[in-house]
């Protein structure tokens, strides 16, 4: 007696060529009962693609939803604001609190609400070492400049083309903003909430039908939602990153972490270090081509350009070691996802995942926000 691949036991005289019937009849069984596997295979491969296309779809439907409600209730105060204390839409500190608070107290919980009805599965745990978070926050800042570089490049291409700048409005309000308020919010409320709405709820609710798929949503979605292509690029790749290591570790302290960290460098020492080196004084007495002017400009500025090439120099080594750091890993094979349970069919993956109404409707929409901002 031997076992076939399927783990049939079969009488040797199988492998002659002369068999009698009984045999034969066996062997026509045999093929029979492997072409019906075949059928019940593609007709489960089936039946997850259409389970995975609705919970896709749901999900982006929430999302859809729950965009609607942020923006609505964001017009709503700014019409309200604008009727009885206008001077508020004028300074930059209101614009800060008025943009932020309605969506954070408001449309982010109704959001959470709506997404919270969705079917959800959380990823397993696993430990992250002190070491293993610090080469992590490296590869975060590789992520982060490398990807920012791009859209800088992408929107000094487009206004090239158009004529005119691309505006940066974040940096437009955070700029002058008070450097309490920009600490608190970028640092503090934004990581501890967007993790939380685009890490955690979105790879809940993808993660049981791939992880690769529940890791390229979360990314995708988390940047178009900043609605604006120079966040688009960096937030987009950051995203992708910080949704791999959810997925690994299971661990959404660490992603909020590793997002606090990026946000202090890129959103508050930044811009306190341009604001000591003074870039307006600086162009002003660029243009004017006075040699005394720029001395003097140097002497009343030389301590906040020290600390501006200083923080350049930090920034760029950081980047350059996670880069070195994200090659060596792909070689390495440290990127690999493990084996899921429901695995999409390949080749239907995309289409499965993306090309559903809910998912569609929310790129469709904030793609729309963000081709505005460009060319507006």
Known sequence: MFVNRRGYKM????RGTAGNGDTIKDNTASVH???TFGQDAQENARQVCRAARKQFSRLGWM???GTVVIEAVGIGIMLVVGLIWPQWLIDTNMQLLLGTLPMYLIGIPILVLLVKTVPAQQPRQHRMRGGQFALAALMCFAAMYICNFAGLAITTIIGILKGSPVNNQLQDMIGPSNPVLVFVFTVICAPLIEEYVFRKLIVDRAIQYGQG?????SGLMFGLFHGNMNQFVYATGLGLFLAFLYVRTGKLKITIALHMLIN???GVVSTQVVRLADMDAYMEAASAGNLQ????YLADHMAGWILLLGYV???LGCALAGGVLFIVFA?????RLGADKAVLPKGKRFRTVMLNSGILVYCIIWMAVIGWQLFA
């Open 63 to 65: 999302y859809v939803a």
């Open 293 to 296: 002017d720029m001395m003097g």
């Open 11 to 14: 009488d040797e005289t199988w």
């Open 213 to 217: 798929a529940a890791i390229v949503l």
């Open 33 to 35: 009962g492997e072409g």
């Open 264 to 266: 202090f460098f890129g």
């Open 313 to 315: 120099f930090v920034v």
């Open 331 to 335: 070689c390495k094979g440290r990127f």
